[in-house]
């Protein structure tokens, strides 16, 4: 017989391991039962299997709890009755979730082996952290197991249990790198400023990992002091230490931690570095770093011009609008693509615009399509000059005017869309089903139901049918 | 200098700027303020463009004094950087992290 309890208007069946009709009868009886009862938590935990013949009987619930605004849920199923559900297409008709409450401790340690159930294993210990639970991780940081052990502490530490700061200092010698880095971890969020010390030793671990956490735990534990200890580490060999020492010194964010990253910057070669470094500089905020980056925009890697456009759009550079405007006539393709974007991102004044749209003539169509993409995000409507451009040969050229168009003027964009969808390019044809959608004119479903006989391309007619449903 | 919203029984706070020790601290006091009244407060990251380690020690902070009193603390709409700065250093296993603010408010 299925077992059954209510806690605040939730019932809870967990349900035999040889389930039978008659169990979800009795289900069935309880629910009529408590009249009070808002959810219904069905609980397959220790059932393999559902007979077919049992289907009629699930279902029959479902449209009980249904009739009574119940919500039903079917909690920790396992493979065999997932597969029967999918086979069955009634998926998608239940709500599951995994409810951990019905584990024992010893259920609950041997999922936490499971790489895929760790996380959420933990995170239920956490939420439900009593004296049984410090028993178990009393028992796992006694174990031999590194998983254990990690999960342990990462219990510990989720939960802010400090009373374990010895213990968890004590796992900075463990042999596992797993463990250490877990416990390096802790002691930052414990913010054990004691351990720091001790952590430095790390910063040179032959594990990544265990560098990485040792880094960010000194950063997380910073004084004054710090930054210059991780400098040094700005010198080393290894790519990955310096990325993890710019990381660090990024996140410490004084006086000196900028000073090191600047120097650092002169000497850098590392393409991919470089780009960090544009990236670490840009946290600072200071006035020098629009300079530093407006720099780094005119680089020849086109890694670290990205980098250096979008770290000048997340610092809102808008004091740089004009110094950035004039790298857009640089004869380099990619410094003036790379402006466009961020004068798009940067400007909403309509001087912009214009500025650009004089531009467009004389530059290359990579960034030509980088001046219609920024018209249609500076927001002046500059309709008029894109609709011009749906004429153009270039199909990128075709489907980017419209989009720009369609965050401008609603009306154009609507009788545009409709003409693109006789453009000899899908890619014009599938924007325009796009703006259609999301402007959704009186009666455009139907005229795209329509197009769809003419419609040549499987992936526009997939995209309408998305819209309209299947015809 | 915080803008903040009430939703139901929750509080949404919009940290704007920079977050370092004094605003760190300002935002701390604040919210804890909050939680004498409420039982969840939600930080809005959205305005956010800078963070330093002291300002994190004090969030770290404010956690622990919001568990203690039994208390909610969610945070979201981090930018993709701010997000980066919470992986470093692992804490985002420790806080609950939303992606908007919706998703959030419902936990």
Redesign the interface.
Known sequence: MPLMITRKKVLYIRLPYELDVKDFKAVQEDILKYSDVKEVRLDFKDVPYLQSKLIAELIGIKKTTISKNIKLVLTNIQEGVQQVLEISNLLDHFTLDRDFSSYSLHELSYLLLDPEMN?SVIEFIVGNFNEQYAQLVDEFLSSDDPILIESAL?II????NYEYTETVKTCLDSPYPNVVRSAI?VL??F?DEESKQKIYEFLKDEHIDVA??AA??I????DENDALAIKEYLDSDDERLRKIAI?ALS????EFSFKFLVEHLKKENNEFLRAHLA?AIS???KPEVANILLNMLKEDSLKIREAAASSLI???ATDKIDEIMSLVHDKDVWVAYFAVKAIGELCKDQKCSEDLIKLYPTVDTQVRIAIIEALGKIGADESEFLFQLLDDANEDIRKEALNSISLLNKEMAIESAYNALKDSSWVVRFKAVEILEELKPNGFEEKLKIHTKSETNRYVKDKIYSVVGEL | MFELKEEGTSVVVYLKGEVNAQTGLELKNKVLDIFKKTPTVVLSFKGVMYMNSSGLREIIDLLKRSKKENKNLRLCDMSNDIKEMFSFTGLDKVFKIYSDEAQALKG
Request: charged share 25%; aromatic share 10%.
């Open positions: 996380e990462l530490g989720k939960s802010h971890l930052g969020w913010g990485e956490a960010a735990t950063a997380l534990l910073a990381q996140l410490i964010n004084d990236k946290y600072f905020n997340r610092i809102k």
